[in-house]
């Protein structure tokens, strides 16, 4: 395998980004992750397919990116760009990449500049599938992926949703913004291609805040919003996983590449929880169980009395999901992570409860956050101590719950078993 690349560019100089576009209808959406990339700052070089051009015109492209588009490795053929563009990216995305293009790159077909560029490229490749649920699910389909994945390309699972025309099924390209936040991860990480440390792993995620109701129309709830959650998924794909995300209660767009189980109660998060977790290499318990529930729920709005008075609601405890993955694990070698969002009392400081806790849950790895005031609820930043049962603790300063991720993550690769 030839490893020459051109030198990286220097500290400050803009990412250098190949768009590669293949002949979906899907072809339109790339046009705001193009746009994406431009505005923060990204050097990006669009290359389509001629059948990309059939749904979006090369016009359109060089206007959006700033740049001349061809399709051919005839055009400036003294600049050699069927291998000068792989050679200088820092990144080559494809979105959406066809079953043709995967058919092609798998099998190492160099019949246009885009997949002359695919061969050349020494940096991470990025590949969003978009097509019908029949070509996804297809035996020839599924291989290619395979072999792509073996060879280290990240080959983003397609959404589920409306397809062309009345279809709906696997097969959606993902939204643009979150194909672009797996695409930003992927290039802060730098590294070669095939740097995916979580590659043929499978985690499981859980996020947001669980509701018990009193009636119709109340409930028992948190103030979690599931944006560490949401950015431990993000990382996990980014890294190469394939990734369950329950998401409870969570108003957040998907993270690329997830698949996501909707919950509402705890005993919902707790059987989705368990039965992932059967499978998985990981399980990352951020999500905020409420501990208790009533002990009956009204079928009818409950009234205010005219005298004033306030109902007497009885309570009794949800299960502890974070001690049951962790004391009941399904497969040795599973790395269970729980969090704790303490406040500290007059029976202990913050990390005095947090190890209490991690004794008592049984967990590998603890992410311990001082919520005193409301702090990280709703923030985009959050701070933290990373408690393992080995007796470790790593403080992370504060930070983006992104960066938060990626610490986490990089213990967990620590502690899973040879794969």
Not at 136 to 154: I, P, Q, S
Not at 275 to 295: E, H, I, L, N, S
Request: aromatic residues 4%; contains cysteine; negative net charge.
């Amino acid at each position: 395998m030839n490893d020459r690349r051109e030198a990286a560019p220097p500290s400050g100089a803009r990412p250098r980004v190949v768009l590669g576009v293949s002949g979906g209808i899907a072809a339109y959406k790339a046009c705001e992750l193009l746009r994406r990339f431009t505005e923060s700052g990204h050097d990006v070089t669009v290359v389509p397919t001629e059948a990309a051009l059939q749904f979006v015109g090369a016009p359109t492209w060089a206007a959006l990116s700033g740049k001349p588009v061809s399709t051919d490795v005839w055009t400036d053929v003294h600049e050699v760009p069927h291998v000068r563009l792989g050679q200088s990216a820092d990144l080559v995305v494809v979105a959406p990449a066809t079953a043709n293009l995967l058919a092609r790159a798998a099998h190492g077909v160099a019949d246009d500049l885009l997949t002359t560029t695919l061969l050349t490229a020494r940096c991470p490749v990025v590949l969003a599938p978009a097509m019908h649920t029949e070509m996804w699910e297809h035996a020839a389909t599924r291989a290619n992926v395979a072999t792509l994945r073996e060879r280290g390309v990240l080959v983003i699972e397609p959404a589920e949703g409306r397809l062309t025309g009345a279809d709906t099924g696997k097969g959606r390209l993902p939204e643009p913004g979150e194909i672009f936040e797996i695409c930003t991860q992927v290039l802060a990480r730098g590294g070669a291609a095939g740097d995916l440390d979580l590659a043929g792993r499978h985690v499981v995620v859980s996020a947001g805040g669980t509701r018990e109701y009193l009636d119709p129309v109340r409930f028992l709830g948190n103030r979690s919003s599931g944006l560490q959650g949401y950015a431990l998924a993000r990382a996990a794909v980014a890294r190469g996983a394939e990734v369950t995300l329950v998401s409870a209660n969570v108003a957040l767009p998907d993270p690329a590449g997830a698949k996501v189980v909707r919950v509402e109660t705890t005993g919902q998060l707790r059987d989705a929880v368990v039965g992932a977790a059967a499978g998985a290499d990981a399980v990352v318990m951020a999500a905020a169980p409420a501990d208790f529930r009533p002990t009956d729920v009204s079928t009818s709005k409950i009234k205010k009395a005219g005298d004033g008075s306030a109902p007497s609601i009885g309570l009794q405890q949800n299960p502890d999901i974070l001690h049951e993955i962790s004391t009941e694990r399904a497969r040795p070698g599973t790395v269970v992570v729980g969090f704790a969002a303490e406040t500290g009392d007059d029976t202990g400081s913050v990390l005095d409860l947090a190890r209490e806790k991690l004794a008592r849950k049984g967990c590998d790895l603890l992410v311990v956050n001082d919520v005193s005031g409301g702090a990280v609820f709703g923030s985009p930043d959050n701070q933290a101590v990373l408690l393992g049962a080995d007796g470790s603790a790593t403080e992370v300063p504060r930070g983006s719950k992104t960066a938060l991720a990626h610490v986490i993550w990089d213990a967990v690769v620590r502690r899973l078993p040879a794969g």
